[in-house]
T-cell receptor, first 114, second 113 residues
């Protein structure tokens, strides 16, 4: 299956720890997007990255959250000093261009902060 | 500002019934994109359709059909002869950029035998 691969599927962290979520895009896709699904808020756009560049991070919380998409390897969403409110499903998507054709989501990472 | 409203929070139907999921959107852009995604109980997001604002043709794919009406800012989704496997949460989404999707809150569809 050449779809978007996210790991881990489930991640449990204690308050104050760091969470690292990985996303490998569809082969040949150079555009990656991260979304967060909170129970009462629905799916929200967080950030758009191309290889080595952050294009739009308008949906990212200003503190503790960062994202990267290096030249080699998967995209990483990093959450430092996690709090209970960070518990959510985090989805990654990829596309071959920025117009959204072939926009494909991964299965998500469910983060639980205890 | 963009907004997507899925007024139906939950719908329950009996297998083989037809069901329509409503989606109303707001945008000031003349160029925009509309999407539908399915989220089954397993949690992944499954792409169903992408439509741009210049293409108002209705679309049919098997038991699925979509009705796009710019005059009423609606992009409704109909499942014909529903099946238990159609049980899922369905999301409508809008994008003016093509890359940042603005999702509605979803409609939970339950199809019972």
């Amino acid at each position: 299956n050449a779809g978007v691969m996210q790991n881990p599927r489930h991640l449990v962290r204690r308050r104050g720890q760091e969470a690292r979520l990985r996303c490998s895009p569809v082969k040949g896709h150079s555009h990656v997007y991260w979304y967060r699904q909170l129970p009462e808020e629905g799916l929200k756009f967080m950030v758009y990255l191309q290889k080595e560049n952050i294009i739009d991070e308008s949906g990212m919380p200003k503190e503790r959250f960062s994202a990267e998409f290096p030249k080699e390897g998967p995209s990483i969403l990093r959450i430092q000093q996690v709090v209970r409110g960070d518990s959510a499903a985090y989805f990654c998507a990829s596309s071959p261009n920025r117009e959204g054709y072939g926009y494909t989501f991964g299965s998500g990472t469910r983060l639980t902060v205890v | 500002a963009q907004k997507v409203t899925q007024a139906q929070t939950e719908i329950s139907v009996v297998e083989k019934e037809d069901v329509t999921l409503d989606c109303v959107y707001e945008t000031r852009d003349t160029t925009y994109y509309l999407f539908w995604y399915k989220q089954p109980p397993s949690g992944e997001l499954v792409f169903l359709i992408r439509r741009n604002s210049f293409d108002e043709q209705n679309e049919i794919s098997g038991r699925y059909s979509w009705n796009f009406q710019k005059s009423t800012s609606s992009f409704n989704f109909t499942i014909t002869a529903s099946q238990v496997v159609d049980s899922a949460v369905y999301f409508c989404a809008l994008s003016d950029s093509g890359y940042a999707l603005n999702f509605g809150k979803g409609t939970s569809l339950l199809v019972t035998p």
